[in-house]
């Protein structure tokens, strides 16, 4: 994630942006393309606000589990108060800048939402992920201020991710095989 964490303003603006375009793009209608499905685990990779782990939340049920993953405190303490103002207790904030604080080969799918843009190193960023992920799980990236061709080469770039299918609104990818060296 980013070396510098942005200013608690910065943030608010910035949440502020997320709930005016969830108006026009509802989360819900994004996650729907993504395959995710009731008692799934999800890891929200900067999740800032929480729109799409909260959507996630409710997807997933009760048998699921969102684990929201931000390096800022106020993201976690945003998604903790809405998780707690809509009744939501399937989701897990999760203070930090790498996957490295779940347990291996624990998550069915992953969201990379408007956040690859921002990591400084998106190879040990990914080999994170490509670690929690099951066998058979997803990647799931969306980045306005990236094109699709940089998104592509940035997650396919290390072997750990191929691509699998664009949507309308994502573009997914398999986890390879590919065991951690």
């Keep these: 994630m980013q070396h510098h964490p942005q200013s608690n303003f910065y943030f608010h ?26 008692g799934m685990h999800v890891l929200d990779f900067g999740c800032g606000p929480g729109s799409f782990s909260l959507a996630a939340a409710r997807i997933v049920g009760p ?14 303490r945003y998604v903790a ?10 989701i897990c904030p999760v203070l930090g800048s790498n996957a ?16 690859l843009h921002d990591i400084p190193d998106a190879t040990e960023t990914l080999t994170g992920i490509h670690r929690v992920l099951t066998g058979e799980s997803l990647l799931s990236v969306r980045d306005h201020h990236l094109k699709e061709k940089a998104i592509l080469d940035s997650v396919t770039a290390g072997g750990l991710f ?15 095989r590919q065991s951690e060296e």
């Design 63 to 76: 048998k699921g589990r969102v684990y929201a993953l931000d390096s800022h405190p106020l993201a976690i």
């Design 100 to 115: 490295g604080e779940l347990p291996g080969e624990s998550i069915d799918m992953a969201l990379l939402y408007d956040v």
């Design 81 to 90: 108060r809405a998780a707690a103002r809509h009744s939501i207790t399937n």
């Design 13 to 38: 603006l910035m949440s502020l942006e997320f709930r005016l375009r969830d108006l026009v793009w509802p989360p819900c209608k994004i996650l729907k393309e993504t395959g995710l499905r009731s």
């Design 162 to 176: 191929r691509f699998s299918c664009r949507g309308r609104w994502t573009l997914r990818f398999e986890r390879t």
